[in-house]
């Protein structure tokens, strides 16, 4: 199908859910707010790791100093959330390019775990910053009305889907699916690897900031261990590797199922809960490692034996 | 006066750091060991360490074996855990992509974790040995019993590992996996064996750290995650090369972590440690001691 008619789709989605809280319960809004952010954290990791090819596992950094911008704005000098929010969105992209310049040079699992690190650097910084209320964190004001949120992270949701759907289409875009499958040889083509890498870092640096400013100001508090949890970043890959990483839509339908999935799973007992999650994570690793949409895509080729096929292309 | 007594504390504090350097260093040498031979990096390594002390603990107190005595027996059941693990899973996916992996040993550690918390339950436990609170000078230092004994074995088993992989048949075999995997199969190694093999050695090591470390702190099921970060990043420092380089980057960790802890301030051992870590990996991605690439 193309690209057009499934932006079409899209929009008559995006439209449809638009009107979910006229008629939705306050905890099915409530539901589908964090499913959106959690969306869009998934949508713009699979900028960096999708399309780039670079796991990062640093983004649950720029979802903390997001949501650290409006946190610190909103209460320290009485800011209103916008200008929260620019200064939260501005940390983020400062990082993406300070740290992203030394890091990105960094290939497989040695850019993870440098990534790792720096999650951790920050929390603990943070930590003992006193304009960001050290370990204890920061309140904000509360504010009434769910609507609000909800709608603005379907937007956030729709712009970042966007902004994925050019990337997927530009020139931009293919130097950084060249890079993903052969650095050296998209160098060689005249790709300007590190230039393209940087941007990539901090696109996805901007839409994941916001969506931390808009979760950190929805749950009104904000403390280090929550801001750059290292366990939201994991899921933020899950949910894109579920989906199908390098896709326009796959990482969004892996954040709704896995939201889904973990809603119904958590009203029963929390650590089965947990339990299965993993388990869901391992069975679908061994069985669709390329994702949910690569397995709508195959499967009536091959059928039961897209599966095996699987297996004995990645087994010893 | 006030000169010498400063540097006594710094004495105490620097010999702490090390006894707490050659934990950590026996913590990451089973991460090496996956990392290095099977290009996995095992991100449930800490959830196997939390195995270990679990396992230590109940041969204590169900059984009345003393954990220093009981490491054996909890080498040998995380190795069984550890070569079903790769044998029944991580085989399958082995040669897929790298995220892949990395995912899937992330979907094993929430497994285990929180089987471990219904099964052991979420308090914290502690195994006491009646000698737990003895300790005796060295050079105007005090030094706890336990930790000097689980100093001493953590060597130990970093010595015994690397003779083992120099010297024996098996061990020959995983260095050559590890460096060509089709040239060692022409060689009649059978890789999926071999694998196997590596990761429930890389268990075991876990489960001998895990069995140490519940001896010297308090342990509940959710260790895990901090104990694999650290391990990275000694296993970083030290780089992937050697085993005994693991040694040398466990106890600058351990040493750091203790220097920082008395002057900066105990907050701050993090930014340190992984600071450095971060910082090294940006100037010599093959580790402090490694080769240059």
Known sequence: MKLGYQLAIAGVGVAALATLPS???????????????????????NIIGGYTGYSSFGNSVFYGLGGYGVAIGMVQYQWPFAAGLALG???????????????????????????????????????NLEI???????????VKGDTWFYEGSLALLAVTTLAVAWISRSRFGFGLIAIRENEGAASVMGVNTTLYKVLAFALCSVFTAIAGGIHAYWITFLDPESAFDIGLNVKMIIMAVFGGPGTVFGPILGAFVLSAISEVLASKLTSLASIFFGVVIVVAVIFMPRGFADLVRRFHQSGWRYFQENIRAHSV | MGAALNLQLLWQIIVNGVLLGGLYALMALGLVLIWGVLNIVNLAHGALIMLGAYAGYYLFTGLGIDPFAALPLSMLVLFLIGYGIQRGILNLVIRGPMFNTLLITFGLEVVITYLAQVIFSADFRTVNPPYAGSNFELLGATVPLVRMLAFVLALGLTLVLWLFLEHTRIGRGIRATAQNLVAARLYGVNPRRIYALTFGLGSALAGAAGTLYGVVSQINPYIGGALTAKSFAIAIIGGLDNSLNVVVGGLFLGIVEALTALYIGPTYTDVVSFGILVLVLIVRPTGLLGRTA
């Open chain 1, 132 to 142: 960001a209320g050290r370990n204890i964190g920061l309140i904000m004001p509360l």
């Open chain 1, 23 to 45: 008629w939705g319960s306050a905890v099915l809004v409530q539901f589908g707010t964090s499913a959106l952010i959690l969306a869009v954290l998934a949508q713009s990791w």
């Open chain 1, 89 to 127: 969105i501005f940390l983020a992209l400062a990082f993406a390019f300070l740290i992203g310049l030394p890091v990105l040079r960094l290939r497989g699992h040695y850019f993870a775990i440098a990534t790792l690190g720096l999650a951790v650097v920050m929390t603990a910084i943070v930590s």
